[in-house]
């Protein structure tokens, strides 16, 4: 194959390039929090890090909160490590289709507490039944079958999973519904009746997977649900249809908004696959994405790119981005050598890929960014895949540097760590001598099929699990330059398992639960239920009767919660008991606050047998109410943030009343100084609104109902900066309460936009009537610029909200901001500070003597300065394409690129050949074919160049010319 140029020259010669060139086309949280120790969706959180947090982080764009695992699991090592942590349980599933084994679990169970209060284990298995079991016993409350399990023995020789495949990924719990959402292999309607074996299993091609939402109630389907998957076309490559007997499912699912994400591989990197993300509606079940990683033009036949990541989630960065790891594959678009490609430019075959893929607001996804490591063909080549560990994204509150502010980390196959940088992942043979231009890579003794370890606290660790090896301790800093490093610090005793032994599942039928306390000395009968007992009153004694499951000492008593119990005619410690003797002592529940009331007894305890706790509680409930009435605020502090001018400010406070009889306010006082007064006289407004100071008060009640609250609304409208406040103080007959209220007022912030000039060597101010330049970018190279917003308010200001913001984030187009979360909507910047942005210009790789162009992007703020409004700050780059050979008086060539065409068709149209060497490059040919007179050059297979002055008969296919110019690799020959 030939590229061509043609002469732009007065005689309009034409001097045509041939070679062949490899050309790629170019893509240009998640639910409300429910129990405390919940476990929905693999590795706590969609940052998949592995780390307890408890804070949330809410997604502005999809509204969603993402949950985060709470930090009182309790997992101290000093606690795991004691007699009191060990095993619960031990449940038997009893699954066994057509007597083919035990049940075998490799989604991770999940767990979640349900509108009952109580917390359950929710688990999927291999056969495809599900169970939900209690969290605490291990006792199977409900149990259900999918559909018949599909038979390894139709996999010719692949026995990873063994002896069926049919739930293999983890999914994820909606908290706010508590549906769960995965898929399951099985095989197509025709042989669910199981009348088959695996010595005559129903074959490859009748394999099927769907998509489930179940109720974790009682584990029935949800409405719209189960969704075939088999026959969806690939949006991003209509050559491609799903197989479910060709996929595997591995990755755990994700969950954003109303759309719930699964990845798919392969089975050995056996049969047609290709990898895929599959996308639903999570209500009505609809398919919104269908991408195949193998995409674009790459033909049916091409297999490769699973996504699996040795069962790893999906990660999402609460800000429109998802980010996984895949494996090898055969589409071979990038060469070993000469064809470095930069991360904004990927290629329609994300092979040995990190991946950041933008969630746009249908659901579909585009690929924004990607890193290939540099010896990606010899990888693929070895089957050592990338993606065998997720791609975890690491706590910014703890790793992040300067220059590297977002970090993500994924392990290989090869046993190389790789560190990234979230805002540039790093592309391919970009960095020096052709090598990764990633944060830090670090090459492990083995392969890795888990994902990393990680703890935020003590200045940040990274964990590695090597198979067979020790696993490793990176300790996190910032070097003098901002950069990120992770240093090797310290290695476990004990040798990791082989590739099974590093998982979450088990293969021989049973779920094993771990925990603390792990077997009681003492049963107790806990809990005590003292049912109502009215506030000011006390209840009946109730005797605790302790029996003995062993031979015990109790050294002492300890008491937890609040003080409505009181207990009494303790024996006095120490006390032994004998195996089956008993002790009684008396408690009462005297409430001093109406609800539902709890507290703790420890009887702590010597024990002369091991795996005994060193602890029991006994657990004392009851519900207090209120004959009387009784008054109650909340909150009991209401705060304002207000401008100067600008709209006031309203919220609002419960007056309630929790007796059970009418409730009546005597009188209401208000003060400016304190909650003890002085006492000021409020202004009764005609409307009979209350003014006290700054603040309005509407509603204020004179009697409340029993049971029943009314909403007090508060106006704060100030006049004047500064700190204002005022203490209403409620008389009733139900008790006398203080709500507090405060307002602070500041003056109106002032929004300062800038962007760094083209060169980096100051900032410039934004202009309606200019656009931000990137000024000129070569073709093949990214330039990088920040756009900045400065509050230059005064030191009375308030700060600077951005209320809307439309990055130009994962749009078509050479420029693009590097994520969807700095100056982000929500974003609030203080008086005399700023936040900053990055954007790029990526200009894609092309032929030589292509005009030049022009590209544009906008991005939509309003920063809440109300002198400004809503703008649209404008960006534009010129994409500068190399101009070689004899140049125009512009500076343009006088020989311009014509296209990529087939020779001997028959014979040849460019007969002469001046030279073939390995100097060839575009410049020279096109100079030595203009100096001999030809009207066309092109070049062939690297070294050749050829003049002639006919253009050949057949143009093809510019993926077909991809050749590296043998003097001059970043040029295509």
Same mark, same amino acid.
């Given at each position: ?31 409300? =929090? ?12 969609? %940052? ?8 949330? /982080? ?21 606690? /795991? ?11 038997? =599933? ?24 109580? *917390? ?9 039944? /599900? ?13 259900? #079958? ?33 549906? &769960? ?106 398919? +919104? ?19 699996? $990541? ?31 490609? *930069? ?15 933008? +969630? ?13 490591? &540099? ?19 690491? *706590? ?22 790789? &560190?990234? #940088? ?23 003794? #083995? ?7 990680? $703890? ?97 000492? +109790? ?54 047998? $091991? ?100 909403? /007090? ?18 008389? %009733?007959?139900?008790?006398? =309460? ?24 100051? &900032? ?101 300065? *109300? ?42 149209? =460019? ?37 002639? #002055? ?24």
């Amino acid at each position: 194959m030939m590229r061509f140029f043609r002469s732009e020259n007065f005689a309009q010669r034409a001097l045509q390039t041939l070679f062949s060139c490899l050309f790629f086309a170019i893509n240009v949280s998640t639910e409300p =929090l429910s129990g405390n120790t919940d476990t929905i969706t693999w590795g706590g959180d969609n %940052s998949r890090s592995g780390y307890q947090r408890q804070a949330p /982080v809410f997604d502005n764009k999809f509204n969603i909160s993402i949950l985060t695992v709470y930090s009182n699991h309790n997992l101290d090592p000093t606690v /795991v490590s004691s007699a009191d942590f060990g095993q619960i349980f031990k449940a038997l =599933l009893p699954g066994n289709f057509n007597g083919i084994g035990p049940e075998q679990i490799f989604s991770q169970p999940l767990v979640y507490t349900g509108s009952d209060g109580a *917390q359950y284990v929710y688990v999927a298995t291999t056969q495809n039944n /599900v169970y939900k079991l209690d969290a605490k016993t291990g006792a199977i409350v409900k149990s259900r #079958n999918l559909h018949v399990p599909f038979l390894t023995a139709d996999l010719d020789g692949c026995v990873d999973i063994n002896p069926t495949v049919g739930v293999i990924a983890t999914g994820v719990i909606d908290a706010e519904t508590g549906i &769960w959402y995965f898929n399951a292999k099985t095989y197509s309607e025709s042989f669910q009746d199981g009348k088959f074996s695996p010595t005559n299993p129903p074959g490859r091609l009748n394999g099927r997977y769907y998509q489930h939402a179940i109720h974790t109630e009682d584990l029935s389907e949800a409405e719209n649900f189960p969704v075939l998957i088999d026959g969806t076309v690939f949006r991003n490559n209509p050559n491609r249809m799903f197989i479910g007997g060709n996929q595997l499912s591995r990755p755990a699912a994700l969950h954003v908004g109303d759309y719930i994400y699964t990845g798919f591989g392969s089975h050995c990197v056996k049969f047609n696959f290709t990898g895929a993300i599959i996308g639903f509606h999570k209500t009505t079940g609809a398919i +919104i994405e269908a991408f195949a990683t193998e995409g674009g033009l790459e033909p049916d036949t091409v297999k490769g790119g699973s996504v699996w $990541m040795s069962g790893g989630g999906l990660a999402y960065d609460g800000k429109e981005s998802m980010y996984f790891g895949t494996g090898n594959g055969y589409a071979s678009q990038l060469k070993p050598n000469g064809n470095a490609i *930069q991360g904004r430019s990927p290629p329609t075959a994300l092979e040995e890929a990190a991946v950041n893929a933008k +969630i746009n607001d249908d659901g579909t996804i585009t690929i924004v960014d990607f890193f290939m490591p &540099w010896e990606k063909t010899q990888l693929d080549g070895a089957d050592k895949d990338l993606g065998t560990s997720p791609l975890e994204l690491l *706590q910014t509150d703890t790793f992040s540097c300067p220059n590297h502010k977002r970090i993500g980390v994924i392990t290989a196959k090869s046993g190389k760590t790789y &560190w990234l #940088n979230l805002n540039n992942l790093g592309g391919y043979q970009m960095g020096a001598n052709s090598l990764d231009a990633v944060i830090q890579v670090y090459q492990n003794e #083995n392969s890795v099929y888990s994902g990393a370890g990680v $703890m935020p606290l003590g200045g940040g660790y990274v964990y590695i699990n090597v198979i067979q090896y020790p696993t490793h301790a990176f300790k996190f800093s910032c070097d003098p330059f901002g950069n990120a490093v992770f240093t090797r610090i310290a290695d476990t005793a004990e040798k990791n398992a082989y590739i099974l032994g590093v998982g979450h599942g088990t293969t021989k039928g049973y779920l094993y639960g771990f925990g603390s306390p792990v077997n009681l000395p003492l049963n107790c009968s806990s809990p005590y239920q003292f049912g109502a007992v009215a506030v000011g009153t006390i209840s009946k004694p109730m005797a605790i009767i302790c029996k003995a499951n062993i031979a015990t000492t +109790i050294t002492g008593w300890t008491f937890s919660g609040n003080d409505n119990f009181d207990v009494s005619n303790f024996p006095m410690t120490p006390f032994s008991l004998a195996i089956g003797q008993s002790l009684t002592f008396e408690a009462v529940f005297q409430p001093k606050a109406v609800g539902p009331l709890s507290s703790d007894v420890l009887a702590n305890t010597t024990n002369g047998i $091991m795996g005994y706790s060193a602890s029991t509680p006994i657990s004392l409930k009851g519900t207090a109410n209120s004959i009387a009435p009784l008054l109650a605020i909340s909150p009991n502090t209401v705060s304002f943030n207000a401008i100067i001018g600008q709209d006031s400010q309203s919220g609002s406070a419960f007056f309630d009343n929790r007796g059970d009889t009418l409730l009546t306010i005597t009188n209401v006082s208000y003060s400016l100084i304190s909650e003890r007064g002085p006492w000021i006289t409020p202004e009764i407004k005609s409307e009979g609104t209350v003014q006290v100071g700054m603040f309005k008060f509407t509603n204020i009640p004179s009697t409340i109902q029993n049971q029943t609250f009314e909403t /007090v609304g508060i106006i704060y409208a100030p006049k004047e900066v500064g700190n204002h406040a005022v203490y209403v103080k409620v008389f %009733s007959d139900g008790g006398n =309460l203080v709500l507090d209220v405060f307002g602070m007022a500041n003056t109106p912030p002032i929004a300062l936009i800038e962007f760094e000039k083209s060169d980096g060597s100051r &900032w410039l101010p934004f202009s309606n009537s200019a656009a931000f330049t990137f000024g000129g970018v070569f073709e093949g190279q990214t330039k990088y610029l920040n756009l900045r917003v400065t509050n230059n308010g005064s030191t009375t200001a308030g700060p600077l909200s951005i209320t809307v913001s439309k990055p130009p984030y994962g749009v078509p187009g050479i420029i693009n901001a590097v994520n969807g979360v700095d100056l982000a909507k929500g974003s609030s910047i203080k008086a005399g500070q700023s936040q900053t942005a990055t954007l790029y210009c990526a200009v894609p790789k092309s032929q030589v003597n292509l005009p030049s162009y022009n590209g544009t992007a906008t991005w939509t703020m309003n920063t809440g300065d *109300q002198t400004m409004g809503k703008q649209v700050i404008n960006f534009i780059c010129n994409a500068v394409v190399e101009q070689v050979g004899p140049l125009l008086s512009n500076g343009t060539a006088q020989y311009e690129y014509v296209g990529c065409f087939k020779e001997n068709n028959p014979g040849r149209q =460019l007969a002469t050949s001046p030279y073939g060497d390995a100097s060839n490059n575009n410049g020279r040919c096109i100079n030595t074919c203009s100096s001999l007179g030809y009207e066309f050059a092109a070049t062939q297979y690297s070294s050749e160049c050829w003049c002639g #002055n006919a253009i050949p008969i057949q143009k093809d296919n510019e993926n077909d010319c991809n050749y590296p110019c043998s003097g001059n690799v970043n040029q295509t020959c």
